[in-house]
């Protein structure tokens, strides 16, 4: 069940639309039952209308795709990693405002 305009993104395919995709890509591990990740969902929604053009957004359902959350160890929901070359650049975990999150994010992509 993905929510709102945010493309999902599986175990299956990972590797080809974060790891080798050309920009950075951030990616919302996130869960039907968790409260916080529906409370990010919108802010993240503008985020990609805003930078749409120099970043591309996933959302990941933790639960329904196990194996990419405990590779790269994402232990609480909701949890942002940003993704540049095929390596994790930061990693934002929690509801955070948006102008925090557009600042943590902001030097890949100023």
């Known amino acids: ?3 709102g305009t945010l493309a999902a993104v599986t175990d299956a395919n990972f590797d080809e639309l974060v790891l080798n995709a050309e920009g950075p890509v951030l990616v919302d591990f996130w869960a039907s039952w968790c409260g916080p990740c529906r409370q990010l969902a919108p802010i993240l929604e503008e985020i990609a209308t805003e930078k749409g053009e120099k970043l591309t957004i996933l959302k990941m359902d933790a639960d329904a795709n196990p194996v990419t ?3 790269y160890r994402v232990t609480g929901l909701p949890t942002m990693n940003l993704y540049y070359k095929g390596e994790v650049v930061r990693s934002l975990v929690g509801v955070r405002p948006k102008s925090a999150i557009l600042s943590e994010l902001e030097e890949h992509t100023a």
């Open 1 to 3: 069940m993905a929510e």
């Open 69 to 71: 959350p405990a590779k």
